[in-house]
């Protein structure tokens, strides 16, 4: 069963503005790592970020970590046309499986 | 690196037919390999978890009857939808890790559809 959640469900923004996408979910996890989708392909792994880890960033990603919330959000600064995708959160807890959020679909406006 | 390729990208296929969808990494030895299905604007809901050598483990309502899944080598696994119903018409993807990596690699996906 799907366990987590993400924020907004939809987001639209113009060429050069900042998107932040939210992720919450209810076990403790191993690590949490955010995937891009598409539409109609598979999903492309962005960033992972471990329990212990607070904040990571590749390139203009920037990913926040708070285990005291279970909570998690993803920044993508000055986005792109080619931004143009649903972004899924998805938390390992003990075993192999991810469990993934809703995803939120972004739109970046030229 | 870390690669994974599906085959095939889309199908069609009639209602009672069996249809067979290859998951396969490509430069990596894959010791686990998921298979997820997907809905139009919806999240991906794992079907199963499959290792090596060993008998998948389904997740919670998904008949492993109708789902076959085998996971013969360290490069491919396999799903089987049997008997396909138009109900089964689904993005099917595959994703694949090695050892005690965390990472998952993703396969492109499979568009079924069952007329």
């Known amino acids: 069963s799907q366990q987590g959640e993400?924020?907004?469900?939809?987001?639209s923004i113009q060429e050069g503005e900042n998107a932040t996408m939210?992720?919450?979910?209810?076990t403790s996890i191993n690590n949490l790592q955010w995937y891009r989708q598409n539409s109609g392909r598979g999903l492309v792994h962005l960033i992972l970020i471990r329990s212990n880890e607070r904040e990571k960033h590749s390139g203009r990603l920037r990913?926040?970590?708070d285990t005291s919330k279970k909570s998690s959000s993803l920044l993508i600064t000055a986005s792109r046309a080619a931004d143009t995708a649903s972004y899924f959160c998805g938390f390992n807890n003990a075993g192999n499986m991810l469990t993934f959020g809703g995803g939120t679909r972004l739109m970046v406006k030229p | 690196g870390a690669v994974v390729s599906q085959h095939p990208s889309w199908v069609i296929c009639k209602s009672g037919t069996s249809v067979k969808i290859e998951c396969r990494s490509l430069d990596f030895q894959a010791t686990t390999m998921f298979w997820y299905r997907q809905f139009p604007k919806q999240s991906l809901m794992l079907m199963?978890?499959?290792?090596e050598g060993s008998k998948a483990t389904y997740e919670q309502g998904v008949e492993k009857d109708k789902f076959l899944i085998n996971h013969a080598s360290l490069t491919l696994s396999t799903l089987t939808v049997t008997s396909a119903h138009p109900e089964d018409s689904s993005f099917y993807i595959c994703s694949a890790?090695?050892?005690?990596?965390y990472e998952q690699y993703f396969g492109p996906g499979t568009r079924l559809t069952v007329t």
Do not use: F
Not at chain 1, 22 to 26: A, H, P
């Open chain 2, 97 to 101: 890790k090695s050892g005690t990596v």
């Open chain 2, 48 to 51: 199963a978890t499959s290792n």
């Open chain 1, 22 to 26: 939210n992720c919450s979910y209810k």
């Open chain 1, 6 to 11: 993400e924020d907004p469900q939809a987001l």
């Open chain 1, 63 to 65: 990913v926040t970590l």
